[in-house]
């Protein structure tokens, strides 16, 4: 390599076959149009189980105060994590990358640290609120149950309880903070490269 | 004004090499490009004639670059659509190849940002709109440019005796 021109030269050599415009265009749609039936059906999801237990309120007319506490916080727990999923979603996705690297890195950074706080949070308020609901709509029914399949029933309920509280949520969180971690650290990365 | 189409016929071969010069991967490269271009469709209607389109599109450019990572993690292979064939064969074209090879090679070893540096002034963009895609000062990415070219020099003498 003598000189500049030299590496210009050859730098410029690469070239790749890309799909023609309209192709591009058409793929841009598809993955929008993808992303948008997931949220919908995370909403849609929720929303029927609550419509479902508003109607069990509505049909079975429970009489304890108890269960219509239950549920009423059942509702609550899956309305205020749609909420949350909901807000999150422009975050993630009003994505600044026409800002300079700089100022995204600095975006992204923030963006991730509210998301990891945000999720984890969430989560343990979702699964206290929901339990917590599950355990007070279940007095009425099995108050009217034999001891032994009331009993029962309190079992199964703890027991989903413990391996959702002691597995399935550590690992989730674990799982996600994984990569957002990674994340973090590349972009503290980059931003150290720049501040050089 | 500009249409989507002129843009992308023009610049597609560049921001390819930018994001071949970031990852050294031609697949990868491949798809950094095309979701860079997903990006500037999006957003060229938004798109103010406060910079030039040139400076606007290496900037979406060099953060999808930066981002990649994530990416990475969030839509796994065979998420986005199917590839169209390719037609580069990098074994058909010999010696002088084999330099660009190792150019792209020793680019993609650099620190990150350096990477997106050197790529642009290799595309000819002026320091100044470098300073503004990446957030630096002139003067500092002028040394910057100053620092890469003589890692580069050094590499290549190896690489020539």
Redesign the interface.
Known sequence: ?KN?TD??E??????????D?S???E??G???RKSLSRLILTNAALLLTSLFIGFIWFYYQPEMITTKIGITLTILAMISYLAVYNLMIPLLTK???????????QR?LKIKQKQLFLQNTMLNIYFIVLSAGLFLYMIEYTSRMSHIWGIASYAIVLTWFLINWFYLRPRSIRKQEK?IN??IS??E??RR??G? | MITFEEIYAHYKQKIFRLCMGYVNDHEKAKDITQDTFITVWEKLPDFRNESSHGTWIYRIASNHCLRHIEKDRRMPKGEMPKEIKDTYHPEKDKETDGKTEFLYKCISELPETDRLIISMELEDIKQSEIAGIMGLTESNVRVKIHRIKEKLTQKFTGYEE
């Open positions: 390599m500049n590496i210009k050859l730098w410029n050599r690469k070239k790749a076959e890309l799909p415009s192709e591009l265009i793929k841009a598809k993955f929008r994505n600044h990358l026409t800002d300079s690297s700089a100022e995204y890195l992204l990569s990674e994340m590349r972009a990365s980059y490269q720049l050089e």
